[in-house]
């Protein structure tokens, strides 16, 4: 089975702080991806990576940076965390095509205060 | 632009009973479609898919779901629902190459 980790289920940071939410996949997928999911607003996609060194931006990259060093790893840094990013964070890898779907990790809670 | 359509938000129902939960999509070329389920304070798991073949797929859980593609939907169902069922559902679409796009999820809930 494809494990999708994500290191930290709850978190909680002060405003200022500089955060760093860790994504490690187990299978070689070439894809990963950055949601938040906050209710009422489904999933919303922040950044993206197809390959190592590379990273789009998504639908909502403000506030957000990611880093991905390593095929496993992909990496959401909140620079200066702020109160409207508390959040639920998912993390989610696929194989190049897709075809196959998307295998989300458990997420990860944020609370910013 | 690709969207996804999920028309009811919240779904409650008696267990035993059948349900269907609705997905509408819009798009003009051959895509590929996801039903996902979230239980609380978990991530998506993935239910079932269609890329092509017979329109009707059958998924884990006793759920399966019925590709039209002249409605342009893709509706999950399952002919009775158990309190473990209570959960909320998504709905995805993409186009080869393309990102995945979501629904807005809806919320199943099951009573007693």
């Known amino acids: 089975d494809v494990k999708v980790t994500q290191s930290s289920r709850y978190l909680v940071k002060r405003t200022g702080e500089k955060v760093f939410l860790e994504c490690v996949q187990d299978?070689?997928?070439?894809?990963m991806f950055w949601y938040r999911q906050d209710p009422g607003l489904g999933l919303r996609l922040i950044y993206f990576?197809?390959?190592?060194?590379?990273?789009e931006k998504g639908d909502i990259p403000e506030g957000y940076s990611v880093s991905r060093e390593k095929k496993e790893r992909f990496s959401l840094i909140l620079e200066s965390a702020s109160t409207n990013q508390t959040s639920m964070y998912l993390c989610?890898?696929?194989?190049?095509?897709?075809?196959?779907?998307?295998?989300f990790g458990s997420g990860t809670r944020l609370t910013v205060v | 632009a690709q969207s996804v359509t999920q028309l009811d938000s919240q779904v409650p129902v008696f267990e035993e009973a059948p349900v269907e939960l609705r997905c509408n999509y819009s798009s003009s070329v051959s895509v590929y479609l996801f039903w996902y389920v979230q239980y609380p304070n978990q991530g998506l798991q993935l239910l079932l898919k269609y890329l092509s073949g017979s329109t009707l797929v059958k998924g884990i859980n006793g759920f399966e779901a019925e590709f039209n593609k002249s409605q342009t939907s893709f509706h999950l169902r399952k002919p009775s629902v158990h309190i473990s069922d209570t959960a909320e559902y998504f709905c995805a679409v993409h186009n080869y190459g393309q990102n995945f796009v979501f629904g807005p999820g809806t919320r199943l809930s099951v009573l007693p």
């Open positions: 299978m070689d997928h070439e894809n």
């Open positions: 989610a890898s696929s194989l190049s095509t897709k075809n196959y779907g998307y295998t």
């Open positions: 990576s197809y390959d190592v060194k590379m990273k």
